[in-house]
């Protein structure tokens, strides 16, 4: 026992470091919608107008597809996929809490979606708008 | 000197066939990964390299001389000679697919399965968020073998003075007698 007890401390200090490392990482990651809404906002330099994403995600922009052509125009149901058919879990995070919590998805299905409906990248205006009309539904 | 050269019958049409329609289904594939307007595309892309690969498998044993996995397998040793060959500006010369260029082969077929597989389930929604990572990291693996590939057939061809996408289209290469490995 005396002999194993520097050995067990090692490795406790170990899995502790690994774990705080672990939280660290997954810490850095785990994000709240309203953190998109704010970091938006900020790369845009204006607040968001959830009546402007309002519009901008229910009517086609210069696209055969507007967001609601899958997400439908109302987000906090169940969407469908306008090519496949396939459901889409509701976009609205009042009705899904695993919406908008990762970054590096955020940021990989605004780039795809946005050259989707509209052939080019999206503004941080227009992401802070769709933003803030998603959070305010209830 | 050209009466030293000999033209060889090297690959099969369906070994020809089958890299050129993996060239098409990968490149449409990778072209359409992003877009949610030409899904189906991508997937019809997916099962048509799967299918591809399949053949290739099959035909790696009952393929003809130079097609067969047998002919080809890359043991460590093969490759660090050859590649030591390629430095040294002596390359050994083989008829067939050269030890470097069968490590591509089979790294290309192997994440060929993984990417149509974990394609497969992540169109049918399973697997969740590991399994959009496990198809992406294929899928860039994939690539990243292909331009190796492309710059080793770049560098072999002018290395051997012989034109090897040229032998991948018509199935013939002119062999100088220039130190022979297989």
């Known amino acids: ?138 | 000197m050209q009466t030293d050269t000999q033209a060889v019958r090297v690959w099969d049409l369906p070994t020809r066939l089958f890299h050129w329609s993996l060239v098409a289904s990968f490149a449409t594939a990778f072209l359409t990964a992003e877009s949610e307007k030409l899904r189906d595309v991508h997937v019809l892309a997916g099962y048509s390299l799967a299918g591809l690969i399949a053949f290739r498998l099959l035909w790696g044993f009952v393929g003809g001389a130079h097609a067969r996995f047998a002919d080809f397998l890359p043991t460590p040793r093969k490759v660090f000679d050859y590649l030591t060959s390629l430095m040294n500006g002596e390359p050994q010369h083989y008829v067939g697919h050269n030890p470097a260029g069968a490590v591509a082969i089979f790294a290309l077929l192997g994440l060929g399965l993984v990417a149509a597989a974990s394609g497969w389930a992540v169109y049918e929604d399973m697997g969740g968020h590991f399994m959009e990572e496990l198809h992406e990291v294929a899928a860039n693996g994939m690539m990243a073998v292909v331009v190796i590939h492309i710059a080793g057939v770049i560098v072999s061809s002018w290395l051997h003075r012989e034109n090897l996408v040229k032998a991948m289209v018509t199935g013939w290469k002119n062999i100088r007698n220039e130190n022979p490995a297989g």
């Open chain 1, 1 to 138: 026992m005396m002999r194993s007890t520097p050995f067990m401390e090692t490795d406790m200090r170990h899995i502790s470091i690994l774990a705080a490392l672990l939280i660290a990482a997954g810490g850095a990651h785990a994000e709240s919608p309203r953190d998109f809404l704010t970091r938006f906002e900020k790369e845009a330099g204006a607040a968001a107008s959830p009546e402007r994403g309002a519009r901008f995600f229910t009517t086609k922009q210069s696209g055969e597809w507007s967001c609601a052509s899958c997400h439908t125009d109302k987000p906090t149901q169940v969407g469908r996929h306008a090519k496949t058919d396939k459901a889409i879990t509701a976009l609205a995070p009042v009705a899904n809490a695993e919406r908008f919590t990762d970054a590096a998805k955020v940021d990989k299905w605004f780039r795809r979606n946005c050259n989707d409906t509209l052939s080019r990248l999206c503004t941080a205006q227009e992401k802070a708008d769709v933003m803030g009309w998603l959070l305010s539904l209830k």
